[in-house]
């Protein structure tokens, strides 16, 4: 378990340090990538990990920390909506924005999307980022900020620690999409579609 332990602190360590990029002068293109790349991948990784250990602390501890199941289940309702949320975002939403780059590249012009305007679905998955974040706010303070007892096992240590780094993870996840890269992809769309 302390190897569990370790690489959670050297995740944290690798944030930290990713934190420092300057993402305001990274493209669309560019920005998309890293996102799934970085945070998809990571999310889709914790999201296996998680489940199994949540089971077993459960086992060991639910009846004493009857917080447990709201907990278990509040993450599983979080991963079932981040999964299908990045879906649309690898399969539809960042595509267009790949496309708005390409096209300034290219100093051509784009055709009116289906969905009228990027302002919308981005909004969309803003509400979206939105409603995980209150979830999320939930299970931090049903877990006392991700506190462990007492009495806690090294398995429900390594469930809190797991769950801290998902919620860290989140915030510059949804920050990187909400700040930089939907006001970035408006703009560009504004641009190409007065063309
Ligand atoms: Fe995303
Ligand atoms: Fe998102």
């Not at 990571?42 to 990990?49: G, H, S």
């Not at 991963?79 to 051509?108: C, G, R, W």
Request: charged residues 25%; negative net charge.
């Amino acid at each position: 378990m302390s190897i569990i332990i370790n690489n959670s602190a050297e995740e944290i360590t690798n944030q930290e340090v990713l934190s420092t990029h300057n993402y305001n002068d990274w493209n669309c293109d560019y920005l998309s990538d890293y996102i799934i790349q970085t945070h998809h991948q990571y999310v889709k990784n914790a999201i296996l990990q998680i489940k199994p250990l949540a089971s077993e602390v459960i086992e060991l501890h639910g009846t004493k920390h009857s917080e447990l199941a709201i907990i278990q289940s509040l993450f599983k309702q979080i991963s079932n909506e981040m999964i299908l949320h990045m879906k649309k975002e690898e399969l539809v939403l960042f595509p267009y924005f790949k496309k708005l780059n390409q096209a300034k590249s290219d100093q051509t012009s784009v055709d009116r999307p289906g969905f009228g305007s990027v302002k919308i679905p981005t909004k969309v998955m803003e509400t979206e980022h939105e409603t995980a974040g209150i979830m999320m706010q939930r299970l931090s303070k049903l877990s006392n900020n991700f506190t462990p007892p007492d009495d806690a096992s090294n398995t429900f240590r390594v469930l809190y620690e797991k769950l801290k780094e998902f919620e860290a993870d989140l915030h510059l996840h949804v920050y990187l999409e909400n700040d930089i890269l939907h006001p970035k992809a408006i703009a560009l769309e504004e641009v190409l579609l007065a063309s």
